[in-house]
């Protein structure tokens, strides 16, 4: 056998996970992150002329009263831990909201786009919130963050 299909061998060997081979997948290298996020109305009072069925409820004793239906759009974020998130979060109309996390709080004026930075820096899920009292509980979502171990494939 010739010098070079020893090395042939050698370099099928490593491919295959032999010896000297790192069988450990690459480290996830933390990244940053542009999402966007848009608060949307879904049953505000303003609607009651449009949607009758909305009279009663957001009246005295019915299923709204005393509250809003809002949502953030999307309400699920995905990130890995270590990232960097560039949030845009857009509030189109005039009641102000709050994008809040267990360790992060930004307040939402109507009518602006609003840009914040947040660090993941644990694994975990995170319950996401508006702290206007009138939108809880459903104006929610949460932040998944991803341990890095997990993360077979980085991207
Ligand atoms: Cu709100």
Known sequence: MGRSHLALIALAAAACGGPGVDAHPAAYHPRTRELTVTTVPLLVKEQRALYPFLRPAFAKGGVLDGKEVYAFVPST?????????????INPEDDAHSFVLPDFSVSLPGGATTVATYVA??????????????????????????AASAMADPR
Request: charged share 10%; net charge neutral; glycine share 8%.
């Open 77 to 89: 974020i995905t990130v890995v831990e270590g990232d960097t998130l560039h949030l845009t979060i």
């Open 121 to 146: 820096k644990r694994a975990g899920i995170y319950p996401i919130m508006c702290a206007v009292a009138s939108h809880l509980p459903m104006m929610s979502g949460q932040l998944v963050v991803l």
